[in-house]
């Protein structure tokens, strides 16, 4: 039984760290389903949870585990899943709930091999549009990619403020590889970590409104048995929670549950660049390719390439203003992903006309090294 | 009403033993057990049953439980003796009729000895369905109308009290049954440890004690009541009072919403007394409010929630 | 008549302004909800503590329509949200209204492994044998030879017997009863509330203006009266069969038991794994 150690730096398995970043934020409720390459975030929780009065639960199927956090989290508890591909496909629809109604919650996503069963045991960063477009309508969605266990540890902790803060569901989106990486992580006993919880409404008056919104656009969330007995539906509401089809409401709703992560941009938008300011080439990549690039771009570096990296840390909302004013004066830039291109797409959309820009992926179950984005730094240079 | 009514029943002073204890002789003693399904006559029988057994007498019983179901009418006949052939009581031959309910006893009031026949009853009313044959507004109930005094001059011997409300004073009204049981206990010539053990052996593990106790609150009744002590105006005299089967006084007539009603006419199909029906905009309304019993069957169909019943209090 | 009852007042518990509701004439589900709100006054719970959790269908909206912390979650998930959030907030009475279409199909596995698990909750199923909402189509427990608009030549599908199922996956209580008998409903809503694991409790509700329609099986009155009819008295349970009353329906409390409830089984747990290994 692993136990955990308060304040100090331990070797952790990247799932073992998302569990215990879990914990550090708060969260105390955890449903989930067995599926390779996570279960180690649910076995951990299983025995973490307990011992801090928690609740942990294996329910029944993946859908019943995404709705159970709600639930819990309608309950007024800071709650999480964890799941990989087919299981994330299986959870679409509840976290579109989490979205619509404004339920706080975190859902790991630990990418394996696709489609279907694919290669459950291999890595893969494939579900980078599934994460931001899996469920149905235009929703908003924060999904956070980590590279490194310590990250994991850090970045499970800063999902759950967000979704506690902005009431969005948060992805936890990461490879099989990380999931299964042990490195050191230093492990807070809760002093230096900065903890963020949602807004509770307290005053339950005639005139409240359990979705009305001020100028942050994030409505106060309404805890059961506080005395307000609101209503809370899938269905596209108005500001007194209750269903509505009348269209000057649902498309003030709808600009409201979007633009609230446009305004808070600032506070969800992470991003890390290296050598970026006087690099004619770029490569944009995220979780474990980053950890090769860097190592291509220092190698690229010793033979006078001038290259840097961009590594979208929250990949959805994409970092857009930050990328295009590094984007900007770029010569080319490669983007490098375990799938068959996606994340490209998003670049492409920010493409200056002179800048070329090309995808490096690989889509056999194996991750890129270094040497393969070294040889495509090399030949975007000689295109020159 | 509280515990009142005795009659020329059968004393005890300090000294003798109750009342003309039944003596078993060649001739089986009959106890005739009546009540209202769910009430506790078979309990009361079995009770008996096991003691006389053994005590060394045979014992027959013989049981109608009637409706299977709470509220029907249940009895049984109980008869010991040094040999017993027939299991059933002839009329005119009980020699105690115990009535867990008013008027099942009075149904059985022929059973008894006319001149030694002891009555032991409850006097408790339990008013069956049928008894309500006029379901107009304030219509008087169809239950036995005989009073307590009017059976004490029909019958020999007459113990009549409230024990059902005894009972529940003591915890559980169930254990009404028990104290009739202590009530006859006096009239029948065995130890009165016997009683207690028959009756432990009988009554549901978490109720011992109140029974126990509802035992004791029937023998002590026998013992501390003497026909001198009763006022015949209290209590004696006065018709036994009906319990409430209607609730008239207590609503306000229907009152429909017409905002909420969607004309599904459920209402006006299931009133029993037809006193509403759809207006010109197929609308329910109350057409004859006269005949309207507070029944309330129409608030409680309604899909819509557009009928109310007001409560008046 | 208590004097709870006769003090019931049905508007203390609905959210009026939004009446009338949105169920069509003679719907079975309003005097449903009429008789669990019943149920739920003379248990005398708080209207803040009590959480219902719906589904989607004619059922789903029916949490809308209640004065208290209601949740209107997807389709056939209830159960599912529910168990979170009875097992995150225990001082809740979480009461899930669900439909037969929400239960027992695409909803069916949660049902089962709610019944399993003998979590608090009590579980109110409509049954009115259609998917409603969505224009009438065949539902796991449409009857034999019904028209559905997606059975246009009859039902041949062999119906789900709700209750049998939720008996045999464990339920704490089980009961049924048809909305004509509306105390009687009251009372084995009652029972299911009061029991301290899962209940379910199937109410056989009517669809008259879209299944009965389809099927010329008259108004919503000659609707429940069928029902009556089908409806099995406890002193025929061991008599010989009817052949000529096919949908025999049992009615009352159909089982329970006293397994222990789950949220109480995982505290006793925990606690005795913090003895044997020094937690505090």
């Known amino acids: 039984m692993p136990d955990s150690a308060p304040s100090e730096t331990v070797s952790l398995q990247g799932n073992h760290a998302c569990a215990l970043g879990a914990l550090a934020a708060g969260c105390r409720f955890f449903a989930g389903y067995p599926i390779t390459p996570s279960s180690e975030i649910a076995e951990r929780m299983s025995v973490e949870l307990p011992r801090v009065d928690g609740v942990f639960i294996q329910m029944e199927d993946e859908i019943a585990s995404m709705g159970a956090i709600l639930g819990a989290s309608m309950g007024g508890m800071k709650a999480m899943t964890a799941t990989s591909g087919p299981g994330f496909s299986l959870k679409q629809e509840n976290l579109g709930y989490a979205a619509g109604a404004e339920i706080p919650c975190v859902i790991a996503n630990v990418m394996r091999g696709g489609p279907s069963t694919g290669l459950p045991t291999r890595p893969a960063q494939a579900d980078v549009m599934q994460a931001r477009w899996g469920t149905h309508g235009d929703h908003p969605i924060v999904v956070i990619t980590p590279d490194s266990v310590p990250e994991i540890y850090m970045q499970t902790i800063r999902a759950f403020n967000l979704s506690e803060q902005l009431r969005v569901p948060v992805v936890m989106l990461y490879d099989e590889a990380l999931g299964h990486l042990i490195e050191q992580v230093r492990v807070s006993d809760g002093g230096d970590i900065e903890i963020a919880n949602r807004k509770w409404a307290a005053d339950p008056g005639p005139e409240f409104s359990p979705y009305a919104a001020g100028e942050d656009l994030i409505p106060e969330m309404v805890r059961p048995g506080d005395g307000f007995r609101t209503h809370t539906t899938g269905l596209t509401h108005a500001e007194n929670g209750f269903p509505t089809q009348d269209p000057d409401v649902v498309e003030q709703y709808m600009h409201r549950i979007l633009d609230k992560l446009e305004i808070h941009k600032g506070l969800i938008e992470s991003y890390e660049t290296i050598d970026t300011n006087d690099a004619d080439y770029l490569v944009v990549a995220f979780g474990i390719t980053a950890r090769a690039a860097r190592r291509a771009i220092k190698q690229a570096h010793e033979q006078g390439i001038r290259v840097g990296m961009f590594r979208p840390i929250t990949l959805w909302p994409f970092p857009v203003e930050a990328f295009e004013s590094i984007i900007d004066g770029k010569r080319g830039v490669l983007v490098a992903e375990m799938n068959a291109g996606q994340l490209i797409t998003e670049i492409e959309r920010y493409r200056p006309a002179e800048c070329r820009i090309e995808g490096l992926n690989r889509i056999d179950g194996e991750t890129i090294t270094p040497r393969q984005i070294l040889n495509r730094i090399q030949e975007l240079a000689d295109r020159e | 009403m509280a515990e009142s009514m005795p009659s020329r029943a059968p004393r005890r002073t300090d000294k003798t033993p109750p009342a003309p204890a039944i003596q078993v002789a060649e001739k089986p003693v009959n106890v005739l057990v009546v009540g209202v399904g769910g009430q506790g006559v078979i309990m009361v029988s079995k009770v008996l049953a096991t003691l006389c057994q053994r005590q060394g007498y045979q014992v027959k019983q013989s049981e109608v439980h009637g409706m299977a179901k709470r509220g029907g009418s249940v009895f049984s006949h109980v008869r010991f003796g040094e040999t017993v052939y027939s299991p059933t009581i002839p009329l005119g031959e009980a020699d105690v009729l115990v009535a867990l309910e008013w008027a099942e006893g009075l149904r059985w009031l022929s059973y008894l000895k006319p001149e030694t026949g002891i009555f032991i009853a409850d006097t408790q009313q339990i008013v069956p369905p049928f008894a309500c044959r006029n379901r107009q507004h304030g219509a008087g109930s169809g239950y036995a109308r005989e009073t307590v005094a009017d059976v004490i001059a029909q019958v020999a011997n007459c113990y009549a009290i409230n024990a059902g409300q005894i009972a529940q004073e003591l915890g559980n009204s169930k254990a009404g049954n028990t104290m009739l049981l202590g009530m006859m206990s006096t009239t029948l010539d065995f130890p009165a440890d016997d009683w207690r053990e028959a009756i432990r052996m009988f009554a549901p593990p978490k109720a011992i004690d109140i029974n126990m106790q509802a035992f004791e609150r029937g023998r002590d009744w026998v013992e501390t009541h003497d026909p001198a002590d009763l006022d015949p105006n209290q209590g004696g005299d006065q018709p036994a009072p009906i319990v409430e089967v209607m609730h008239e006084a207590e609503f306000e007539l229907p009152v429909i919403n017409r905002a909420w009603c969607k004309r599904c006419d459920i209402c006006v199909k299931f009133c029993p007394e037809r006193c509403l029906s759809l207006d010109e905009e197929q609308i329910a309304v109350l057409h004859a409010p006269e005949k309207c019993t507070l029944c309330r069957i129409c608030e409680r169909l309604c899909p819509d929630f557009a009928i109310d019943l007001k409560y008046k209090h | ?280």
């Open chain 3, 1 to 280: 008549m208590s004097e709870a009852d006769k003090q019931f007042n049905i508007h203390d518990y609905l959210r009026e302004y939004l009446f009338p509701h949105f169920l069509c004439p003679g719907c079975g589900h309003g005097i449903a909800l009429r008789a669990l709100l019943w149920a739920i006054d003379e248990l005398d719970i708080d209207k803040d503590r009590l959480a219902f959790v719906s589904g989607i269908g004619c059922s789903g909206r029916l949490g809308a329509y209640i004065d208290a912390n209601t949740f209107h979650v997807t389709h056939g998930r209830p159960l599912a949200f529910a168990t979170g959030l009875k097992l995150a907030r225990p001082d809740l009475e979480v009461i899930v209204i669900t439909g037969d279409g929400d239960c027992l199909a695409i909803g069916g596995n949660h049902l089962i492994h709610a019944c399993r698990r003998n979590l608090n909750i009590t579980c109110m199923m409509l049954n009115n044998e259609v998917y409603g909402m969505t224009g009438g189509q065949v539902s796991p427990t449409t009857s034999d030879d019904r028209f559905t608009t997606t059975t246009p030549y009859g039902n041949h599908e062999p119906v789900f017997d709700a209750c049998a199922l939720a008996e045999a996956a464990g339920a704490g209580l089980v009961g049924r009863e048809i909305t004509l008998q509306t105390p009687s409903l009251k009372d084995v809503l009652k029972q299911g509330l009061a029991h301290p694991g899962f209940s379910f409790i199937e109410v056989m509700s009517d669809c008259t203006e879209v299944f009965g329609r389809k099927n010329d099986l008259g108004s919503s009155a000659e609707m429940v009266l069928t029902q009556k009819a089908s409806v099995r008295p406890d002193f025929l349970e061991n008599a010989v069969d009817q052949p000529f009353r096919p949908h025999q329906i049992k009615t009352g409390i159909l089982a329970s038991n006293d397994r222990p409830e789950y949220a109480e089984s995982y505290r006793n747990h925990i606690d005795a794994m913090k003895r044997d290994h020094g937690h505090a």
